[in-house]
């Protein structure tokens, strides 16, 4: 199994402010045969199911604000919202989708 | 717009068995690639539970689930189930379908339905 650790568990930022957050793959989930990193980012507001934020470890999905950032590559990867606004007050995993189980990221709250 | 609503959750006692259903609009469903099962514990976080292409030829489980929960599709029906038997106090959880848009990515939610396990 690919197993994900993802850091802080938690992280308060102020208004404006950047917040990053880290994530590691026991396991390379970058595939050679179309060079895609299998990585996701997702944001989970309280009550709410989780939506998808980024794919392929960086591509921002549609209707995303550019804030939101995807990085890295291989095993290591971070997400990254420059300017934090208060709707962006959620609880955010990571994923690797490379093979099955199709584990997660512990998750990070992220608060102001 | 693609829209997935399961329904099916409800309280059932330790050893029973629940199914249940996600309905899928807005999409052929035919033309998904497939489609998958996550759950989240009250306060934890989100554990995969199972995939199944639509073709079939691929069917996944999580470890914790195996030989105890199947997933199935009807394509005329737009719908994917999730048989669950001999159901445990750990699989009380929050239950979301989720489509696949290929390459195992899930990229749209439904809303989640709420499986409790207690006597």
């Known amino acids: 199994d690919i197993v994900v650790t993802q850091s802080p568990n938690s992280l308060a930022v102020s208004l404006g402010e950047r917040a990053t957050i880290n994530c590691w793959s026991s396991?390379?989930?970058?595939?050679?045969?179309?060079?895609?990193?299998?990585f996701a980012w997702f944001q989970q507001k309280p009550g709410q199911p989780p939506k998808l934020l980024i794919s392929?470890?960086?591509t921002r999905e549609s209707g995303v604000p550019d804030r939101f950032s995807g990085s890295g590559s291989g095993t290591d990867f971070t997400l990254t919202i420059n300017s934090l606004q208060a709707e962006d007050v959620a609880v955010y995993y990571c994923q690797q989708y490379y093979s099955a189980p199709y584990i997660f990221g512990q998750g990070t709250k992220v608060e102001i | 717009e693609v829209q997935l609503v399961e329904f099916g959750g409800g309280l059932v006692q330790p050893g029973e068995s629940l199914r249940l259903s996600c309905a899928v609009s807005?999409?052929?469903?035919?033309?998904?690639?497939?489609m998958h099962w996550v759950r989240q514990a009250p306060g934890k976080g989100l554990e995969w539970v199972a995939f199944k292409t639509i073709s079939g030829d691929k069917i996944y489980y999580a470890d914790s689930v195996r030989g105890r929960f199947t997933i199935s599709t009807d394509n005329a029906r737009n719908s994917v189930f999730l048989q669950m038997n001999s159901l445990r106090a750990e699989d009380t959880a929050v239950y979301y379908c989720?489509?696949?848009?290929?390459?195992?990515?899930?990229?749209?939610w439904g809303k989640g339905t709420t499986v409790t396990v207690s006597s």
């Open positions: 807005g999409i052929t469903f035919r033309n998904t690639y497939g």
């Open positions: 989720a489509r696949d848009r290929g390459g195992s990515l899930m990229d749209v």
């Open positions: 392929w470890a960086s």
């Open positions: 396991q390379s989930v970058l595939y050679s045969g179309d060079k895609k990193n299998y």
